[in-house]
């Protein structure tokens, strides 16, 4: 799973993207609530958020219903200090999906992820097009103009990501996160890579619209 980590205190926060990286899931920390919410709005597959509720800037609740006011789904494992009754009713109704008191058990911090990582996912696989493309996320086939094409694992995650934010500019990072999902140690040279590969399969007319943007990364020409 791709976690975000919102906790102030530097220690736990460490300990946890120690802890959570051994057992393979891609940890981001945010220490800030501000930092919390500008990660979270803006990572493509994010598939929970582990969000303290005594943080420096903003309450761990405030953050959860600005996510929810902003539209986002991704669920929300809230860490309360107290075990107050008023505490947990205000995490659930500000929009998070469970909650632990501290101090936890690690044990039990890994099982209410994997709880809520079984949760029928709220963002149905469909198929994505723009311009040319075509790609169903269930079967896996991608039609290029009408006309299937082969692509690799990885070729198909990088088209999947730039179709699911046509018009938009993916950095390399983004991409790299996106389609190495357990942060295999890898250079922005390998998006360029495969990028190129992609490129190459597409055909001529269709590779036109995956753009270039120098010095950023690439975006999906729309229309
Ligand atoms: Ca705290």
Redesign the pocket.
């Known amino acids: 799973m791709h976690v975000l980590v919102v906790?102030?205190?530097a220690r736990l926060s460490r300990l946890l993207k120690r802890l959570l990286t051994q057992d393979r899931h891609v940890v981001e920390t945010a220490l800030t609530a501000e930092d919390g919410l500008e990660i979270a709005t803006s990572s493509i597959e994010l598939d929970a958020v582990i969000l303290?509720?005594?943080?420096p800037d903003r309450s761990g609740f405030e953050v959860a219903r600005l996510l929810r006011r902003k539209g986002s789904q991704v669920p929300i494992l809230m860490l309360t200090?107290r075990d107050a009754v008023s505490d947990r009713v205000e995490g659930l109704d500000a929009g998070a999906d469970d909650y632990l008191v501290k101090p936890f058990a690690y044990e039990e911090l890994l099982a209410r992820l994997r709880a809520l990582g079984r949760r029928p996912p709220t963002r149905k696989a469909m198929a994505l097009h723009s311009g040319p493309f075509e790609l169903d996320e269930t079967t896996r086939r991608v039609t290029v103009a009408g006309k299937p094409v082969d692509l690799s694992q990885r070729e198909f995650s990088i088209l999947e990501c730039l179709l699911r934010r046509p018009g938009q500019v993916l950095s390399r990072d983004q991409l790299l996160d996106y389609a190495w999902p357990y942060g295999v140690a890898l250079t922005p040279n390998t998006v360029e890579a495969y990028i190129h590969l992609l490129r190459e399969k597409v055909g001529n007319s269709a590779a036109a619209h995956i753009e270039t943007v120098r010095g950023v990364g690439y975006r999906l020409r729309e229309g």
Not at 52 to 55: A, F, I, K, T
């Open positions: 906790e102030d205190d303290d509720v005594g943080l200090a």
